[in-house]
């Protein structure tokens, strides 16, 4: 299972928008709506962002949202804060019954 | 608040065993999925392998197949990771992860902080 494809990094300036995507196949990304979005800061664990392509868990903030479009799945987060610089990563569910994670984005706030 | 905290790893030889575990706490853990996901130095995340509520339902990444098993036990609350044949490509952090449902294919919401195996002669 092939990871899903991600850009290695975006950058923006503090309280402007930035949307990182992750491009997979009918097999999982464009296939089901199990698509997370999650992120890690350096040296701590993963934290879930968004969950089923468009929910966010409770606590996190509405200047992140979610959606997709065929085969590509996309994390928006506006209002770009000092706090958000991360690695982030994708994920969904699989045909074959597995998960994969996305190549991940460095976000880097200018 | 909910409460993950791996166990188990450390330095281990190529093709010797380790075996992971995962005290979860703070939830009603067998209502819901787990899962194991790795992080090898500097790289990205890779998922290993999942387990359904009632161990019903299992999952396993190619690269694990065959040589990883998944287990739980619900009384105890815990998770675990036999890990059998393990090869240098093997060495990472382990995550344990808490499913956002009871069938592991939602996802995983609340994750440990790790546990860390290395593999080397």
């Known amino acids: 299972q092939s990871a899903l494809t991600q850009p290695a990094s975006v950058s923006g300036s503090p309280g402007q928008s930035i949307t990182i995507s992750c491009t997979g196949t009918?097999?999982?990304?464009?296939?089901?709506?199990?698509v997370s979005w999650y992120r890690q800061h350096p040296g701590k664990a993963p934290k879930l962002m968004i969950y089923e392509v468009t929910n966010r868990p409770s606590g996190i903030s509405n200047r992140f949202s979610g959606s997709k479009s065929g085969n590509t799945a996309s994390l928006t987060i506006s209002g770009l804060q000092a706090e958000d610089e991360a690695d982030y990563y994708c994920s969904s569910y699989t045909s074959s019954s597995t998960y994969v994670f996305g190549t991940g984005t460095k976000v880097t706030v200018l | 608040e909910v409460r993950l905290v791996e166990s188990g790893g450390g330095l281990t030889q190529p093709g010797r065993s380790l075996r992971l575990s995962c005290a979860a706490s703070?939830?009603?853990?067998?209502?819901?999925?787990m899962h194991w996901v790795r992080q090898a130095p500097g790289k990205g995340l890779e998922w290993v392998s999942s387990?359904?509520?009632?161990?019903?339902?299992?999952g396993y990444a190619d690269s694990v197949k065959g040589r990883f098993t998944i287990s739980r036990d619900n009384a105890k609350n815990s998770l675990y990771l036999q890990m059998n044949s393990l090869r240098a490509e093997d060495m990472a952090l382990y995550y344990c992860?808490?499913?956002?449902?009871?069938?592991?294919?939602?996802?995983?919401?609340?994750w440990g902080q790790g546990t860390t195996v290395t593999v080397s002669s």
């Open positions: 387990i359904s509520w009632n161990s019903g339902n299992i």
């Open positions: 992860a808490k499913g956002l449902r009871g069938v592991w294919y939602y996802g995983m919401d609340v």
């Open positions: 703070e939830f009603t853990f067998d209502h819901y999925a």
């Open positions: 009918s097999s999982d990304v464009g296939g089901y709506n199990y």
